[in-house]
């Protein structure tokens, strides 16, 4: 049976974006839970300004107290040298630095357009290679930007394409409004296939217009085998207005095991841990 890796992004990507910030300890047990249901790809926290991000401030804590558990991969988001190195100092063993193909969206969401970005990645990515760090790339913003309109495909490849010059070893390519739709992501993914090879390339897709899953099948179709997914649908951004959750890891798992693929999520599991966490909010 053929394998899909699914990363969870729910501790990171669902939390950042929740007016209530959840207690470090009970972010210490969503991703124990996620561990315990099958999740090995896991994106626990984000090392940027607290006052920008407040729900991610305990970040350091949160990476310290989780379980060291083989074959689990902890990823650490870190936008800037400054997140990278507390990161490290947290002991991050997997990190993702992250862009956009739409210059404004990055400039209102990390303060620098895209080549200023790339930049400073290619002072990162090395560092934390030096560090026997697993390294992943996000290109956000890769169909349409909030500020911009529509994204077309040649500006998704350039940075993808840069992303992977660093030495990255996966992009992660996100539907960060949710507004894709299947033949969107035939023609992007159409286009990234000459220069983003099958095991490196990973799709990231909200689920605003309820097309996320539908979106999934059209990749799949590709041979994209990597998504990134959040339980019971948390997540959005709060630098692109009118972005909404992600697509549920439940509901992409159900998907994946009525196509044949496997997983090794039990999808109940990660629903109650993501329920739990949607009570505590």
């Known amino acids: 049976m053929e394998t899909v890796r699914v990363v969870e992004v729910g501790p990171r990507d669902g939390l950042q974006n929740e007016p209530y910030v959840v207690p470090t300890g009970d972010k210490v047990a969503f991703v124990t839970a996620l561990v315990e249901a099958g999740c090995r790809d896991i994106e626990v926290a984000s090392f940027v300004r607290a006052d920008r991000v407040p729900q991610m401030a305990d970040a350091a804590e949160v990476l ?163 998504f990134d997914s959040s339980a019971t649908g948390l997540g959005g951004c709060p630098f692109a207005p009118g972005a909404e959750g992600n697509v549920a890891t439940e509901s992409l798992v159900a998907l994946l095991e009525s196509r044949g693929f496997a997983t090794g999520i039990d999808a109940a599991r990660v629903a109650e841990a993501g329920r739990r966490v949607r009570r505590g909010l």
């Not at 991969?73 to 739409?102: C, D, H, M, Q, W």
């Not at 159409?190 to 217009?209: I, K, N, Q, S």
């Open 64 to 226: 310290a107290a989780l379980p060291d558990r083989p074959g689990v991969r902890y990823i650490a988001l870190t936008p800037n040298e400054k997140g990278l190195e507390r990161a490290l100092g947290a002991g991050a063993k997997a990190i993702a630095v992250f862009t956009a193909a739409s210059e404004t969206f990055n400039r209102k969401n990390v303060g620098r357009g895209i080549d200023e970005s790339l930049a400073e990645f290619a002072r990162m990515v090395p560092a934390a290679r030096a560090a026997d760090c697993w390294v992943r790339g996000y290109v956000s913003t890769a169909f349409v930007c909030p500020y911009e309109g529509k994204v077309s495909p040649d500006r998704v490849v350039p940075v993808v394409e840069a992303l992977l010059a660093l030495g990255v070893d996966e992009v992660s390519v996100g539907d960060t409004l949710g507004h894709a739709e299947p033949d969107d992501v035939a023609a992007l993914t159409e286009a990234l296939l000459p220069v983003l090879p099958l095991p490196h390339f990973a799709y990231h897709l909200h689920d605003t217009r309820g097309t996320a899953l539908a979106n999934v099948a059209r990749a799949l179709e590709y041979g994209v085998r990597i």
